[in-house]
């Protein structure tokens, strides 16, 4: 009945797992733990992780869902995600092979409206606009919403100080220490952008030289 797995999800698998373990007890006890273990595989394997929704799919939902509830702010925000995205891929060849951009890509593109947000809503500060101050803060705010749980400055500056505890770095060489540093440190972008990575590199940097 079920002749070839590779047909099959993981989640159909799962739902035939109760079956083929009844047809188990017709099968010689040599073969009988290896597709028991089998099966456990793939129905131990997280259904979630098949139907989970990359951020590009997700990004394309919540047009619908923003058409749907006639929000304005949200489609508005979502569609200059995915605008910046379609620029983004005929500028650079960062996607995957089936043309879809990598939630890490997607991830950079919202850090870059962050910041531009950011610099709006301190120049229409300083001007004293306060209604375009309220508008760029509910469109940063949506943005956000997007991002993995954000890193504080403090665990940023923990990673910084295991990066050069590791590496021996005196802090001696000033400049060329703090570019070693940024070029070479691990610190996924999507849950602490560039700027804050940097700020923490020249406290620590600094700090180091007291």
């Given at each position: ?39 456990r ?22 047009i ?10 949200k489609?508005?925000?979502v569609?200059g ?130």
């Open positions: 009945m079920i002749s070839n797995c590779s047909n099959f999800s993981v989640t159909q698998l799962h739902l035939f797992r109760p079956m083929i373990l009844r047809r188990c007890n017709k099968i010689e006890s040599r073969y009988r733990m290896a597709i028991i273990y089998a099966t595989r793939f129905s131990t394997t997280s259904i979630s992780e098949e139907t989970k929704l990359s951020l590009f799919t997700r990004l394309k939902s919540e619908k869902d923003g058409m749907k509830r006639k929000d304005q702010l489609l508005n925000v569609r995600i995915l605008s910046d995205i379609t620029y983004a891929s005929k500028s650079t060849s960062q996607t995957t092979t089936d043309g879809v951009p990598t939630d890490q890509e997607i991830y950079a593109t919202i850090n870059r409206a962050i910041k531009r947000r950011q610099e709006s809503i301190s120049r229409f500060s300083q001007a004293g606009r306060n209604d375009l101050v309220e508008n760029e803060q509910s469109e940063l705010n949506i943005l956000v919403s997007y991002l993995p749980e954000q890193m504080s400055e403090n665990e940023i500056e923990i990673e910084v100080k295991k990066f050069i505890k590791k590496f021996d770095i005196s802090g001696l060489k000033g400049s060329k220490d703090f570019s070693r540093i940024m070029k070479e440190i691990k610190i996924d972008s999507s849950k602490a952008p560039r700027k804050l990575v940097a700020d923490a590199v020249k406290k620590v940097l600094s700090d180091m030289n007291k």
